[in-house]
């Protein structure tokens, strides 16, 4: 099953700080966010593991709550760069899982 | 060092018809994955191979099949073509033993830059 995203959309100033939000109706192991540019590939930004083990960017963080099934991406001081639409991609287990990613959330950052 | 390469950008097909597209995975990845993305959605998945078999599968009917080669290339197969199978289709390829020491469902995807099919 799709997991949920929000916000859909969300326009902010360069500088301002970003939260998108993921839930799934499955126990999680892992949570992957991608982005993706218009008429581009996704691209990858981070994987959060069960265990709290995190492998992604520099300047994106995120959160992995287990017990209620959400991953947060939190963007800080965001850039024009970050603009794009986030996609949230849960698993439920540790074996060859094909991605469910969400509907995305639109990001527009603005000067 | 090239990424996923994916080969039509872009065609168009009438109802009916067959269509294959075809996709070279990152330098050093060994796992190809389908990915159907249609206008304002998330890439659903359609299926993945490795070691040339089908490994797992999305909810996707027999008109979608697939082939790896031995040099780790895929190709996508869709039959029968619909108006609804319109849209842009992702490869994405990762490696067996990925950066979670071989765990497959935390590996990293390359995603190449799609295929748009429109049917007419």
Redesign the interface.
């Known amino acids: 099953q799709q997991p949920v995203q929000s916000p859909q959309a969300v326009i902010l100033r360069e500088g301002e700080d970003a939260v998108i939000n993921c839930s799934s109706s499955k126990a999680l192991y892992s949570v992957h966010w991608y982005r993706q540019k218009h008429g581009e590939a996704p691209v990858f930004l981070m994987i959060l593991l069960k265990g709290g083990e995190q492998k992604g960017h520099e300047k994106i963080s995120a959160s992995f709550n287990e017990k209620k099934q959400q991953s947060s991406l939190y963007l800080t001081a965001s850039q024009l760069s970050y603009s794009g639409t986030y996609f949230c991609g849960p698993t439920s287990g540790g074996g060859a899982d094909g991605l469910t990613f969400g509907k995305g959330t639109h990001l527009i950052i603005q000067p | 060092d090239a990424g996923?390469t994916q080969s039509p950008t872009h065609l168009i097909k009438t109802r009916g018809q067959q269509v294959t597209l075809r996709c070279s995975p990152k330098s050093g990845h060994d796992?190809v994955?389908w990915y159907q993305q249609a206008l304002?959605?998330?890439?659903?998945?359609?299926?993945?191979y490795?070691e040339e078999e089908e490994?797992?599968?999305?909810n996707f009917p027999d008109r979608f099949s697939g082939h790896q080669f031995p040099n780790y290339s895929s190709e996508l197969n869709v039959n029968a073509l619909l108006l609804g199978d319109s849209a842009l289709y992702?490869c994405a390829s990762s490696s067996a033993f990925g950066?979670?020491g071989g765990?497959?469902?935390?590996n990293?995807?390359?995603?190449?830059?799609?295929s748009r099919l429109t049917v007419l």
Do not use: E
């Open positions: 996923v796992t994955s304002g959605q998330g890439p659903q998945f359609i299926f993945q490795y490994r797992q599968r999305g992702l950066p979670a765990v497959s469902g935390a990293v995807l390359t995603f190449g830059a799609g």
